[in-house]
């Protein structure tokens, strides 16, 4: 995760983070990605359901009821779990979340434990009775997937009218006065509609936007061919960095991110090096606190059968399953050979990722983009699009 927003327009400084002692119980939502102690913020897939059939689900979601999905008691005994073992972030996902008929007693159990509990969702089913009900649970944040205006939003999720649907859902979030954001997954079918999703920011002023770079998992795996190439996806990043200068120009600090591809942080350090910008020795030390992806380490994922991940998207990989044993103790057992290396990938990478200059703001990227590419999860992500030339340069020393 890359705070376009936070380090091009200076929204965040390193004495910021500082200031909390780097502690991710203590440091504000806006801050935990410069976490030093790295404690995982869990993706919780609580249901497999879906009301959609997005074509790029990495669940392989579909509208019917599946087996095996953890109860309301193994559910609060995750939450338990993860509340002691000082997880700081719950973000309920799915398929889709709102279809979990408990929902709101898991996100109420888990903000009563002291948690920041979010949701990611396609918006279609927020009325404005849910929203109140989410506001008055005390939830943080509602991310909402929009890929795209209406006609090629609603293609992506394979129903008529889900534009219109998760429009009005986020309308009543605001209403409600919960913090909302857009979700958008960039690639070949939808590239040009990102100019509009910045309207649409500002149209409806909606606080944030995270843009995520597509990782070929689940049904996202047959979008693989129309992935961005590495020029396209320079463009695209380009134009979400200056789309969020021109809107800090505006007056309007609407806070952007990339998601899920690690090369975009060196890619805008480099670009506040070519502009001669007096915060580029800042972004360098804010990058190196933020140490890249963080598979298996800083992000886990749950799945609804109580299945524990390494994020969301390396579903075919399980260290072990919470009704059996708690998350912590998983989490935390490196007799697992990958568990062990995923808490440092570095010494594992190959290729020119082995020789990086950036493979400490970096993490090595997505290593299920490489395994699904290539068949070796240690060969470099197919997905970073630095030349070798900018990959020999790194990060000065003296901001270490």
């Known amino acids: 995760m890359i705070g ?5 327009c200076g929204t965040v400084e390193p004495s910021d983070v500082l200031r909390y002692g780097s502690d991710s119980k203590k440091l504000p939502s806006h801050l935990l990605q410069f976490s030093a102690d790295k404690k995982p913020v869990v993706v919780w897939n609580c249901t497999r359901r879906c009301n959609l059939r997005c074509v790029h689900c990495y669940a392989h979601s579909a509208d019917q009821e599946y087996s095996g999905q953890m109860t309301t008691e193994q559910g609060f005994a995750l939450l338990e779990d993860l509340a002691e073992f000082g997880a700081p972030v719950i973000l309920f996902s799915g398929g889709e979340p709102l279809m979990r008929r408990d929902l709101f007693d898991l996100a109420a159990r888990a903000t009563g434990l002291g948690m920041r509990a979010v949701i990611s969702t396609n918006g279609t089913l927020i009325d404005e009775a849910k929203a109140a009900r989410l506001k008055e649970i005390g939830l943080s944040y509602v991310g909402v997937s929009l890929d795209g205006l209406r006609d090629v939003n609603d293609k992506f999720r394979g129903v008529e009218g889900a534009f219109d ?66 020029q396209g996806t320079r463009r695209i990043v380009d134009l979400i960095i200056d789309h969020t200068a021109q809107l800090h120009a505006d007056g309007l600090p609407k806070e952007v991110l990339t998601v899920d591809n690690h090369a975009d942080g060196p890619y805008l350090y480099q670009r506040m090096v070519r502009e001669n910008s007096p915060r580029a020795a800042d972004v360098a030390r804010l990058l190196r606190m933020n140490r890249g992806n963080s598979s298996g380490n800083g992000i886990g994922c749950v799945s609804w059968d ?14 072990g399953n919470v009704t059996e044993r708690k998350f912590s103790e998983i989490w935390t057992d490196l007799s697992d050979p990958l568990m062990a290396k995923l808490k440092d990938k570095r010494p594992h990478v190959k290729g020119r990722c082995a020789t990086c200059k950036f493979l400490d703001v970096c993490g090595g990227n997505f290593r299920v983009r490489a395994e699904t590419a290539t068949g070796d999860l ?19 020393e003296d901001d270490a």
Request: with cysteine; net charge neutral; glycine share 8%.
């Open 4 to 8: 376009i927003s936070k380090l091009y």
């Open 306 to 319: 109580g299945a524990v991940h390494a994020d969301q998207f390396w579903r075919h990989v399980s260290f």
């Open 165 to 230: 649907k998760a429009l009005r859902g986020i309308r009543n979030c605001l209403k409600a006065g919960i913090k909302v954001g857009l979700r958008f997954t960039i690639n070949k079918r939808n590239v040009d509609e990102v100019d509009g999703i910045f309207s649409i920011l500002r149209d409806e002023n909606i606080p944030r936007v995270c843009f995520y770079h597509l990782v070929y998992a689940g049904r996202g795996t047959e979008l693989m061919n129309e992935d961005l190439d590495h």
């Open 378 to 396: 240690w060969q470099p992500d197919p997905a970073c699009y630095l030349t070798d030339e900018e990959t020999s340069v790194g990060l000065p």
